[in-house]
């Protein structure tokens, strides 16, 4: 549903609606070409509002063009905004604290995920900004967090609730993300304090590999609500979840042992192909898109909400930014056997 409301209007439209009719994302589109900076600055508890209820906005029309411009605006919301540490996808810094959106190849879809999941300090927020919409495709699908855990089986959740998840990530060079990149430094021994700080246990290997192993839990409360959310990269880091046929390939190459990235129960034990089928079938289910238009924002409430990259044609440009540490509102919750 698409609403075309000026500021005023905007609080009375909102507060009209049935609790039946959510839209997703919720649209919230310029009347002229006015600030969004100075909007969300006037606008700030309705905005916060609506998006714990929805998940997602998407401001359409404002007078937006630049990195700085974006970063300005969301300041607004939330002032502390984050720099990408930990990372899982490359990405480049075009202004402070603003990053493309992925480098990964054009061809390539992007999975459904809520960002930085798999850490122990995520961001609670996450905005794109749409400065060039791609000749065709190149979306970003996003999906309801609360209709993917209505959507699982009792027994999985029970099991996710009792055993956690355990992230298995290698780090070789030339393939995926290196340890240099994901944590941003040339340091080993700043690498090791930084797992040390967050539960990760690692190994150096031969041939400048680093073996990492974290158990996470599969919820997290949400620090406005309460409520307990499916918050987790399970799914997203399965080894099954890369291209089709690209899992065989890269196996068969270097081992099941050796995949950049895959997840298990935190017990060890591996998904089965039934656990992975529901899980797929569920985000689908949740999953909706809406198409670009150049100047575009969507906000995320990056723990009620995932996204995902379609692939697409031609020059795309998306950026990013995170803010507003989950650290700075509450303790995350361990997974049940984390000391």
Known sequence: MTLRQSRS?????????????????????????????????????????????HGAILFRGFAVSEATDFSAALAQLEPNILTYT???????????????????PAHQK???HSEQSYTLNWPCLISFFCRKKAASGGNTPIADNRKILSALSEPLRSKFL??????????????????????????????????ESRGISLTWEDDDRLRTT????????????????WF??????????????????????????????????????AFSADDLALLRGAVDEATVEFDWQGGDILLLDNMLSQHGRDSFTGEREVLTLMAGPYADRAAPLRAPHQG
């Open 9 to 53: 209007f905007l609080g009375a439209v909102a507060q009209a609606r049935s609790q039946a009719e959510k839209p997703f994302p919720f649209m919230v589109e310029a009347a002229g070409r006015e600030s969004l900076t100075d909007y969300i600055a006037s606008a700030k508890p309705m905005i916060e509002r609506l998006l714990v209820e």
């Open 86 to 104: 930990e990372r899982s996808s490359p990405r480049t810094a075009v202004a402070e604290k603003v990053y493309t959106s992925t480098d990964h």
């Open 110 to 112: 992007i999975a459904m």
């Open 162 to 195: 009792e055993y956690g998840v355990m992230y298995r990530r290698v780090y070789t060079p030339g393939l995926g993300i290196d340890w240099r990149t994901a944590f941003q430094t040339e340091d080993k021994a700043t690498v090791e304090a930084f797992c």
């Open 214 to 229: 974290q158990l996470r839990s599969a919820f997290q409360k949400h620090p406005v609500t309460g409520e307990l959310v």
């Open 232 to 269: 987790n990269h399970a799914l997203f880091f399965h080894v099954t979840s890369l291209e089709p046929g690209l899992a065989e390939a890269l196996i068969d190459a270097v081992g099941l042992q050796n995949v950049p990235t895959n997840t298990c129960f935190g017990n060890g034990e």
